[in-house]
C-alpha cells in the first residue's frame, strides 16, 4: 500500500484509518530517515486506538507504553519503542520489550528497527520518506506474509 | 540524617551519600559509574546501559563509597522506582531493598522526575528553593513546566508533545555529523556562531498555553541543510547558533509566562539540558527578579543523572515518615509525577 502525505495532519489521519487494520499481538516496524514522520504516524495510531495520552517521542526513554480499552473493555496495551540512539540490539534488552513481545494484549510499535538485526518477527513494515515538497512524505506498507523471518525482510 | 541513595533508571548508574539535617545538604559521596576513571574496579571495563552492567558497577561502588558493612551510620536508604527502563530499575531497587531489610533501615521510593526537581536544592548557597515553586525540568527524555505546590505536590502544566529539547540537540548534532550524542557539541560550536544568522521557528511560542513541540524545529534544520549544504565551518557554527537559540527562546519566553500566571516564589532550572551555558544566562538575565520570584539553578554537575538529587528529593520523604515496605517494592517504569 503507497500513500502520499502532504502535511502531518494528513499523515495522521491516514495513520488513524490504518490502525483499524491492525490486531492485537503483531509488531509493526517504522523505517525512514530523521524527521520523516514515524512517530507523527504512531501519533495517528494511538488516536485510532482511542488513546488520548500525548505520544511523545521514545527516542530517549526507548520505550512508552500507553494502556488502552479496547472495545469489548479489555485492557490492552500500546507499546512505542525506538531503537535510535541504541548502538547494539542486546542495549534493548534493558526496556524489557521481549516480556511484550507475543502478549496478545499488546501492540508494538518500533521506530528504527533498521539499525541492526533485531531477532524480532514483524507483521508490519512501514516505510517514510521525504516527498518532493517540505510537507509531503511517501508512505509505504507492506504487510509481511512471514511470521518466521527475522529483521531485516 | 544520613541518607544512601541508588540511581539506575536509565544509563548511569549512580549512588550518594547525603548528610543534612534540613537546612544545608552536603554530598558526602556522589559517584557515577561512567564518571569513574578508575578502571581497575570493573576490570577494564566501563559499565554502560545494560542491567547487567549496572550490576556488575553497584557493588563495586558501594565498596568505594566505604559505606561500613553493617551500615551502621545510614539512616534512610533512597532508591529511584521509576520512571525508566525497567530492567535497569529493578537492579537499583533491588539492592535497595536487601540492604533495608538487613540492615533494618526505612526505605524510600522516589520518582526519577521529582529527583531532577530537588537537584536545585544542592547548590551551597545557603538559600534553599521555597514553594510554591515552578520548575523546567529539561532533557534528553523530558521538557516540563512543573507547578510545585509544596514538597510532593505536583502539576504538570506544560510539556513537549514530541520530542524533547535534548533530543532535538542530539539529533541536529547528528544531522551535522557531530556524532551521537552530540547535544554538547552543538552548545560549543553555538558559541562560535551568530544566533541570527537564521530565522528557525519558535514552534508553539504563539499558543497561550504551556506546551513544547521540537520535532517541527528538528525538521526544520534538517529541510535547511538539504536545501543550504554547510560549506564552511562558521556555517555549521551559525547553525548551532541560531538552532540553540531558537531552542532557549521558546524554553524562557514560555517560563516567563508561567511565572506570571502562577507567580511561583522559586523558578527552579533542572534536567541534563539545564547545564546548557546560553539557557541558564538567559534565566539569569531574563527570569531572575520577575514577579518576586527567585531564581536556582540546578549545579551543573547534578544537572545529569545522579543519585544526590535522589537523595535530596528522599530526605524530604523521610521527613513525613513516607517510607515503604522493602518487600513489596517493584520498580514502576511508567511513573509518573502525578
Ligand atoms: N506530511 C507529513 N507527514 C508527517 N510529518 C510531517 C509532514 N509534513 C511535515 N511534517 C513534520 O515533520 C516532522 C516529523 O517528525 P517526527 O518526529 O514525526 O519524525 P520521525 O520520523 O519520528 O523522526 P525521528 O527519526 O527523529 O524519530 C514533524 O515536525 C511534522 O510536523
Ligand atoms: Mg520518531
Not at chain 1, 1 to 18: G, R
Not at chain 2, 37 to 56: C, D, F, L, N
Not at chain 2, 247 to 257: H, M, P
Amino acid at each position: 500500500m503507497f500513500y502520499l502525505s502532504h502535511s502531518s495532519q494528513e499523515t495522521k489521519k491516514f495513520a488513524i484509518e490504518f490502525a483499524l487494520k491492525l490486531s492485537m499481538g503483531t509488531v509493526v516496524a517504522l523505517e525512514g530517515d530523521l524527521g520523516s514522520g514515524k512517530t507523527t504516524f504512531v501519533q495517528g495510531l494511538a488516536e485510532g486506538f482511542g488513546i488520548k495520552d500525548i505520544v511523545r517521542s521514545p527516542s530517549f526513554t526507548l520505550m512508552n507504553i500507553y494502556p488502552f480499552q479496547s472495545v469489548d473493555s479489555e485492557k490492552h496495551y500500546f507499546v512505542h519503542v525506538d531503537a535510535y540512539r541504541l548502538d547494539s540490539a542486546a542495549k534493548l534488552e534493558e526496556t524489557g520489550l521481549d516480556e511484550w513481545i507475543g502478549r496478545k494484549d499488546a501492540i508494538i510499535f518500533i521506530e528504527w528497527p533498521e539499525r541492526f538485526e533485531l531477532p524480532i518477527a514483524f507483521d508490519w513494515k512501514i516505510v517514510f520518506a521525504y516527498g518532493d515538497e517540505e510537507e509531503t512524505r511517501e508512505i509505504l506498507i507492506r504487510h509481511l506474509l512471514s511470521h518466521k523471518d527475522s529483521y531485516p525482510t | 540524617m544520613r541518607i544512601l541513595s541508588i540511581e539506575t533508571s536509565c544509563d548511569e548508574t549512580a549512588i550518594s551519600v547525603l548528610k543534612t539535617g534540613g537546612s544545608i545538604f552536603i554530598v558526602e559521596k556522589n559517584i557515577i559509574a561512567s564518571q569513574i576513571k578508575t578502571h581497575a574496579v570493573y576490570g577494564g571495563v566501563v559499565p554502560e546501559i545494560a542491567a547487567r552492567e549496572h550490576m556488575k558497577a553497584l557493588f563495586p561502588m558501594l565498596e568505594i563509597s566505604q559505606i561500613p558493612r553493617d551500615g551502621k551510620n545510614i539512616d534512610v536508604i533512597a532508591v529511584t522506582v521509576g520512571p525508566g527502563l525497567v530492567v535497569a530499575l529493578r537492579v537499583g531497587v533491588e539492592v535497595a531493598k536487601a540492604l533495608a531489610y538487613f540492615w533494618q533501615k526505612p526505605l524510600v521510593a522516589v520518582n526519577h522526575l521529582e529527583g531532577h526537581i530537588y537537584s536545585t536544592f544542592l547548590s551551597q548557597d545557603s538559600f534553599q528553593p521555597v514553594f510554591p515553586g515552578l520548575c523546567l525540568l529539561v532533557s534528553g527524555g523530558h521538557t516540563e513546566l512543573v507547578f510545585i505546590k509544596d514538597h510532593g505536590i505536583y502539576e504538570i502544566i506544560g510539556s513537549t508533545r514530541d520530542d524533547a529539547a535534548g533530543e532535538a540537540f542530539d539529533k541536529v548534532a547528528k544531522m551535522l555529523g557531530l556524532g551521537y550524542p552530540g547535544g554538547v557539541i552543538v552548545a560549543q560550536k553555538a558559541k562560535l556562531g551568530n544566533p541570527n544568522a537564521i530565522k528557525f521557528p519558535r514552534p508553539m511560542l504563539d499558543q497561550q498555553n504551556f506546551d513544547f513541540s521540537f520535532a517541527g524545529l528538528k525538521t526544520a534544520v534538517l529541510m535547511y541543510l538539504k536545501k543550504n549544504p554547510v560549506t564552511t565551518e562558521q556555517n555549521k557554527n551559525d547553525i548551532c547558533a541560531s538552532f540553540e537559540a531558537a531552542v532557549v527562546d521558546t524554553l524562557v519566553t514560555k517560563t516567563i509566562r508561567a511565572v506570571d500566571q502562577y507567580h511561583p516564589a522559586s523558578v527552579l532550572l533542572a534536567g541534563g539540558v539545564s547545564a546548557n551555558e546560553s539557557l541558564r544566562l538567559a534565566f539569569q538575565n531574563q527570569i531572575s527578579g520577575i514577579a518576586f520570584s527567585k531564581l536556582y539553578l540546578a549545579p551543573l554537575k547534578f544537572t545529569t543523572d545522579n543519585a544526590a538529587m535522589i537523595a535530596v528529593s528522599g530526605y524530604f520523604h523521610a521527613i513525613k515518615h513516607d517510607f515503604i515496605n522493602p518487600l513489596t517494592l517493584v520498580a514502576n517504569p511508567n511513573l509518573s509525577l502525578i
